[in-house]
């Protein structure tokens, strides 16, 4: 019978974060896959544990994940650990529970840490809907075209960002988004300067041209409004139809912008006009 991979997330700033079933697992797995067993060996020294470890990051997923695969197969179990936070998210794992999944080994994820939702939690801005874009790209065609993406975006959105990046990319998202957008910096969270900045991105970006950004952020970034639809009747729409119709519009223009406008079916509108 094959093991199991552990999903194992480590504090993004404060060590209290540790849970009990954090530790229970990192000390009955078999071995340790870290992103850098030179940081996870501190917290393991911390909670007093030994254990083999191997290591799994970025540019070796390709030989490492199968090796790790194949232990697995052969019933060891390993928790997958990363420098902070939950593995797998805008961090190594991804690929490794893909082929775990392949494999039919059994994948338990342990629920802990993680910056983006931290950060969502306490931004104020609504988060009943919202998108997790990670980092934007350092290419700035495949930046541009994520930014293009999201411009008529109505969820909150939420970024990863490093401090030395951080002005440019306000830039990008005043640009893109205007100046009054509100924002939400959220940086050192659960650490000793932790702080939130709420605030809206013209407001940002002039602060930080000013201030320059140090320690980690997340941003949380307020969605677009919602194109407000005319709540009116079916028999109204059609209507308002044939009256743009004889200011000259086609009746499919004219079906087009009022099921927009509307949301109303455009086909529905464009026959139940041509039907009076
Ligand atoms: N897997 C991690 C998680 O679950 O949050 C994220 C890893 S990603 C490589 C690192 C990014 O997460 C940082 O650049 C920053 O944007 C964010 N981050 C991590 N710790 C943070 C903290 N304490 N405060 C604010 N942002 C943090």
Request: negative net charge; hydrophobic residues 35%; charged residues 30%.
């Amino acid at each position: 019978m094959s093991g199991t991979l552990y999903l194992v997330p480590t504090p993004i700033g404060n060590l209290g974060d540790l849970s009990r079933r954090i530790v229970e697992t990192l000390e009955q797995v078999d071995f340790i896959a870290a992103e850098d067993t030179r940081v996870s060996v501190k917290i393991l020294n911390h909670l007093e544990i030994k254990k083999p470890m191997v290591s799994y990051y970025r540019h070796n997923t390709e030989t490492s994940g199968p090796a790790i695969v194949r232990r697995l197969l052969d019933g060891e179990s390993c928790a997958l650990v990363t420098d902070a936070g939950t593995p797998a998210i805008s961090d190594p794992g991804e690929e490794l529970v893909a082929l775990c999944a392949r494999e039919e080994i059994p994948v338990v994820a342990i629920p802990g840490p993680c910056a983006l939702i931290t950060a969502l939690a306490v931004s104020g801005l609504p988060t009943g809907r919202f998108t997790f874009e990670g980092f934007l790209a350092m290419n700035k065609k495949n930046r541009k075209s994520h930014l293009e993406s999201l411009k008529k975006e109505n969820r909150t959105m939420i970024f990863y960002e490093a401090p030395h990046k951080l002005l440019s990319t306000l830039e990008d998202f005043e640009e893109t988004f205007g100046a009054d957008r509100r924002i939400s910096l959220c940086r050192e969270l659960t650490k000793l300067h932790e702080e939130v900045r709420r605030t809206t991105l013209g407001e940002a970006v002039l602060w930080y041209r000013d201030n320059s950004p140090k320690g980690e952020f997340v941003l949380v970034v307020e969605g677009a409004e919602e194109e407000q639809q005319e709540e009116i009747s079916l028999e109204e729409a059609v209507e308002k139809v044939l009256r743009l119709r004889e200011e000259g519009m086609s009746m499919k223009d004219a079906a087009k912008k009022v099921a927009k406008e509307t949301g109303l079916p455009k086909n529905e509108l464009y026959h139940q006009a041509l039907d009076r």
